[in-house]
Nanobody
Framework: QVQLVESGGGLVQAGGSLKLSCAAS????????MGWYRQAPGKQRELVAS???????NYADFMEGRFTISRDNAKNTVTLQMNSPKPEDTAVYYC??????????????WGQGTQVTVSS
């Protein structure tokens, strides 16, 4: 079973910076794609960014180059560096991790979510 622990959310001023981190722990699995999603009040959850085990990244168009996703495969951690956030980036941010068990089953796991609030 995979446990995900997120950290780094909070209040930030527009134009500032904030870093979100997520650590995956457990046994008998390998980590595939890791990513961040977000959900604002009254809106659907949407992809922010993802990164494969090989380092290939995918970003939502609204990122406009402001956020950077990275990972440490040795530690099974994924980080989202948020630069120049805007008030419309305010949302609960969720870590998502896809894993493959030693028996070959693929699972997706979600973190508990961390609130990011961007003030104007």
């Amino acid at each position: 079973q995979v446990q995900l622990v997120e950290s780094g959310g909070g209040l930030v001023q527009a134009g500032g910076s904030l870093k979100l981190s997520c650590a995956a722990s457990g046994s008998d699995f390998t980590v595939n794609t890791m990513g961040w999603y977000r959900q604002a009040p009254g809106k659907q959850r949407e992809l922010v960014a993802s990164i494969t085990s090989g380092g290939s990244t995918n970003y939502a168009d609204f990122m406009e180059g402001r956020f950077t996703i990275s990972r440490d495969n040795a530690k099974n951690t994924v980080t989202l560096q948020m630069n120049s956030p805007k008030p419309e980036d305010t949302a609960v941010y969720y870590c998502y991790v896809e894993t493959t068990t030693t028996r070959g089953f693929v699972f997706g796991s979600w973190g508990q979510g961390t609130q990011v609030t961007v003030s104007s």
